[in-house]
């Protein structure tokens, strides 16, 4: 299993690992900081660079179907490093970065909405909630004003482990209908935004609301009976 330094380390850029395995598929390390596909949030991309100095564009990052590591898909035309090969893995820290922020806000919009979430996704320029509502009206304007009150409060992000057991007891934190937190392997992470919003997730967040910077929801829309789609974007792309 590859070790997986983002989970305790959202702001590591880069790490020095080896290849385990590699074939057509792509290419599974020993570690890395590289953010396997999952919950809505797109896989990390970068570069591998081997210790002559060359470098190795990684276009995907996705979890192994056979459960043997991360999986690191390369460009095409790239040399796939054979096994053994030493290598620094590095991530374009500036999507991630976006991501993080996107990702933290929507734990931020889940607080502030009553209905379990039916789909996401994060993207660098917009990301999205659907929520399950029955005779519910969102108003974006005040969305957007509870949002970035939020944010400007600047409360800490924390995650802690329970067993998958506890998890088990405690199925009232699960906000999403559709997908399963992360579990099988003993213990599943929370992620708490202090005094706001607690619930499993995988994914990769900033330290403190403060780093989301403003944010603004761009449209509702109704997609279907009872699902209410929310957008929401970065106000500094406005």
Partial sequence: MTEEIFREDAYAQSCTASVVEADERGVILDSTVFYAEGGGQPGDT??????????????????????????????????????????????????????????????????????????????????????????????????????????????????????????????????????????GEGRVRLMHVEGVDLQPCGGTHVKATGEIGAIRVSKIENKGKHNRRVNIVFAEQD
Avoid at 57 to 69: C, I
Avoid at 123 to 149: C, Y
């Fill in 46 to 183: 970068g570069t591998f660079t081997t210790a002559d100095g060359t470098q190795i564009e990684v276009t995907g990052t996705y979890k192994d179907r056979d459960g043997r590591g991360i999986l690191h898909v390369l460009a095409e035309g790239e040399t796939t490093p054979a096994a053994g090969t030493e290598v620094t893995a590095s991530i374009d820290w500036e999507r991630r970065f976006q991501h993080m922020r996107m990702h933290s806000c929507l734990h931020l919009l889940c607080s502030l909405i009553d209905g379990g979430v039916t789909g996401g996704s994060i993207g660098v320029a917009k990301s999205r909630l659907d929520f399950d509502l029955q005779d519910v009206s969102l108003d974006k304007e005040v969305l957007t004003e509870e949002l970035n009150r939020l944010v400007q409060e600047n409360h800490a992000l924390i995650s802690s482990w329970i067993t998958d057991d506890e998890m088990e007891t405690q199925q009232d934190l699960v906000r999403t209908m559709s997908v399963k937190p992360p579990s």
